[in-house]
């Protein structure tokens, strides 16, 4: 079955850098695209970046030029660098699957997340 585990969330400074791994199974990673998510305290799940099987990269406007998606195919992995974070961007953070044949924001299968925190 799709499994999907984040790591690597934690407390940063504003300012500071984390980097998101996400561990892939269960499906054929170098076919699909996948997406990171958020969802902050009291607000909805917002789409971060999503990068493509081909590896075409996308990332919403609040974090562009922050942000860096990237994928290692012969790993089944997938990575967020966060740098110059910020206080908004504390939230729980998830790996997603893209839902075959829908945009960045459809996904059909997601982790549990991994929470980062920014404050000083």
């Known amino acids: 079955q799709v499994q999907l585990v984040e790591s690597g969330g934690g407390l940063a400074q504003p300012g500071g850098s984390l980097r998101l791994s996400c561990a892939a199974s269960g499906f054929t990673f170098r076919s699909h695209a996948l997406s990171w998510a958020r969802q902050a305290p009291g607000k909805g799940l917002e789409w971060v970046s999503g990068?493509?099987?081909?590896?075409?990269?996308y990332y919403a406007d609040s974090v562009k030029g922050r942000f860096t998606i990237s994928r290692d195919n012969a790993k089944n992995m997938l990575y967020l660098q966060m740098n110059t974070l910020k206080p908004e961007d504390t939230a729980l953070y998830y790996c997603?699957?893209?839902?075959?044949?829908?945009?960045?924001?459809?996904?059909?299968?997601r982790g549990q997340g991994t929470q980062v925190t920014v404050s000083s």
């Open positions: 990068i493509d099987s081909d590896g075409s990269r």
């Open positions: 997603a699957k893209v839902r075959p044949g829908r945009g960045f924001y459809e996904y059909d299968y």
